[in-house]
């Protein structure tokens, strides 16, 4: 199969840090067809062999698991060409028109890895370029929008351009091989499904911990913010992969159903809920693995007045039958103690005791994204020390650790999602009416804190973020997996 993927944003920080060690990866693990051109586009003047030069170079810095020889970099550097375009010139489109029609590709992608703000552009000027053949497809990079009206606007003018099925609205995190895994796990077993409910859980924590502070992204992170970059989309994408009843078959719009309804389902927010339930952080100078590391407002194109948040916790609840009164917990932020993202699912405690028993970890199943990934089941068992009193329980754990079952070498999540826009595979993308539900969820937030002059609590680099978060679980009687 030929294809074509042109990569829009061809020399931004995605493409160097996620895009191309992914297609890399994927030509190492061949799977990528062997008919491949990856046209990279940016407004730089650079041919094809500087281009290539530029991604070894940032190939050299970056951490692949096994570092390219020349042989397989040469071979892979061989399917890239480089376009210089300035964006908002419609003869740049017909250079690239010419540079597509040299040959009729089976498939075309266009990878938008740019500013959101300059998505209505580009695909205008394709269309207008007649580049939206039926055999393009179009994948569009996170954040799609700033609130729900820049959202719908976007996905207006696609959908003007493109059908449904041509667009590809990529979420990383569901392309995470534990998240992947947590679908297997929930519609693969008849296992869990009795215990997935009210009546057996008693709280779901969700964490995407970073060490990384805003790095070079200081001015794009000023105007985005932790709600925005992460909650509106990968955690919630998370809290649907949890909460979403089992689809009627594995296609793409039976889980977007799914998935929506429970992005529907979520608790409408209140006053007093917006203020007790959501906590925005910022992150002070702090100490990141024994080193110290500036605060956000010291940070490269960051306001020494900054009110961008670079923490949220919150606690929401899927408001249906399955899960009414269940505490879903969101937490996510950069700088935090440890890079960490994990759903950790506890389970009620038993109705009576009989065991004098620490419950601790236990009764507990934690599902690992990162660092490492796999599944962790906490259970108690009866204590193996002859020191102990007979009937005492020790926590124990059975696990999955895909390391050890599947070997190191993975497809990561961007190679997945990658192989699947290539193969026409939509199940791990997130339709427009999804979209929409989560920015209409987190508008009021937005609202909230525009309106409330107390800006982000601080927290030290290299903690757990601000000292309410632990507060506001409290108050349900529960506690921070890490804290038990
Ligand atoms: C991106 C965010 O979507 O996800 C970044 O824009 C964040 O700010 C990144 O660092 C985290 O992804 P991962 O896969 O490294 O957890």
Redesign the pocket.
């Known amino acids: 199969m030929s294809f074509d993927l042109v990569l829009f944003g061809g020399t931004g920080d995605l493409c160097w840090r996620k895009l191309m060690p992914a297609l890399f990866q994927a030509f190492r693990h061949g799977t990528l067809p062997s008919g491949a051109r990856i046209i990279g586009v940016g407004r730089d003047d650079l041919s094809d062999e500087r281009y290539r030069a530029q991604i070894q170079a940032r190939f050299d810095a970056v951490e692949l698991a096994k570092r390219p020889c020349n042989d397989e970099f040469d071979r892979f550097s061989a399917l890239l060409e480089f376009v210089s375009m300035d964006l908002s010139r419609p003869e740049h489109y017909a250079n690239l028109r010419d540079k597509l029609t040299q040959r009729q590709a089976d498939t075309v992608v266009m990878y938008l890895a740019t500013a959101p703000s300059l998505f209505t552009t580009i695909v205008e000027q394709l269309a207008a370029a007649g580049l939206n053949t039926p055999q393009t497809r179009v994948v569009l990079e996170?954040p799609l929008g700033h609130d729900l009206a820049s959202n719908r606007a976007i996905n207006h003018t696609v959908a003007q351009v493109f059908r449904e099925d041509q667009i590809y609205r990529i979420d990383?995190y569901l392309g995470k091989p534990s998240v992947q895994n947590l679908f297997a796990l929930r519609f693969g077993n008849a296992l869990f499904e009795p215990l997935w409910r009210r009546e057996h859980i008693a709280n779901i924590q969700i964490t995407?911990a970073?060490e990384?502070g805003v790095e070079k992204r200081g001015a794009f992170y000023e105007t985005t913010g932790a709600l925005r970059?992460?909650v509106q989309n990968?955690a919630l994408q998370l809290l649907c992969a949890i909460g979403m009843e089992p689809p009627i078959n594995s296609h793409a719009d039976a889980i977007r159903d799914e998935k929506l309804k429970v992005l529907r389902s979520l608790k409408p927010w209140a006053i007093e809920s917006l203020a007790q339930d959501v906590i925005r952080g910022q992150y002070g100078a702090g100490n990141i693995a024994g080193l110290p590391v500036p605060g956000y407002r010291d940070e490269q194109g960051v306001s020494p007045a900054s009110s961008t948040e670079t923490f949220v916790a919150l606690r929401t609840e899927i408001a249906n039958w399955r899960w009414a009164g269940v505490p879903f917990y969101i937490r996510t932020g950069k700088r935090l103690a440890a890079r960490d993202?994990r759903i950790v699912v506890n389970f009620r405690p038993t109705p009576h005791a009989i065991f004098n028993a620490q419950i601790g970890q236990a009764n507990r199943l934690v599902i690992n994204l990162?660092p490492k990934d796999g599944l962790e089941l906490h259970l108690l068992a009866q204590a193996q020390d002859k020191r102990q009193h007979s009937n005492s329980l020790a926590p124990v754990q059975l696990d999955l650790d895909f390391d050890k079952r599947f070997g190191a070498e993975r497809v990561g999540?961007y190679e997945r999602l990658l192989l699947d826009v290539i193969e026409g595979r939509l199940n791990l993308f997130v339709r427009s009416d999804e979209q929409e539900e989560a920015w209409r969820w987190v508008e009021p937030i937005l609202a909230h804190w525009q309106a409330d002059p107390q800006g982000p609590r601080p927290y030290a680099a290299g903690t757990w973020g601000p000292s309410a978060t632990s507060a506001m679980i409290a108050r349900d009687g529960f506690c921070w997996s890490e804290e038990s």
Request: proline fraction near 0%; avoid cysteine; aromatic fraction near 0%.
């Open positions: 996170k990383h995407i970073e990384l970059d992460m990968h993202a990162q999540a």
